[in-house]
Nanobody, 115 residues
Framework: QVQIVESGGGLVQPGGSLRLSCVVS????????MGWYRQAPGKQRELVAT????????NYADSVKGRFTVSRNNAKNTMYLQMNSLKPEDTAVYYC????????WGQGTQVTVSS
């Protein structure tokens, strides 16, 4: 069974930056299109960024476009999300999963943007 571990969250002031990481167990990572998702309190989980297996195609939700950058290192089974110019509305638990997500999710990493 695939295991997903997200890290890098924390408390940051508006305008600040964070870099999230996601490690996926197993050799399957390199052939998958992956995504970063987030879930704010009382809201449904939303997809914020996607990246194809060779990083050839990257897409962002309008709410994060120009501020977030997704990347991956297939040799390390790791995906990253660089988040700049953070806003209070970015506060959420961030998760990674493949684009058509597995039913099993990691524990996520909490991002809180507050002064």
């Amino acid at each position: 069974q695939v295991q997903i571990v997200e890290s890098g969250g924390g408390l940051v002031q508006p305008g600040g930056s964070l870099r999230l990481s996601c490690v996926v167990s197993g050799s399957i990572f390199s052939i998958l299109a992956m995504g970063w998702y987030r879930q704010a309190p009382g809201k449904q989980r939303e997809l914020v960024a996607t990246i194809t297996r060779n990083s050839g195609s990257i897409n962002y939700a309008d709410s994060v476009k120009g501020r977030f950058t997704v990347s991956r290192n297939n040799a390390k089974n790791t995906m990253y999300l660089q988040m700049n110019s953070l806003k209070p509305e970015d506060t959420a638990v961030y998760y990674c999963n493949k684009v058509a997500p597995w039913s099993s999710w990691g524990q996520g990493t909490q991002v809180t943007v507050s002064s």
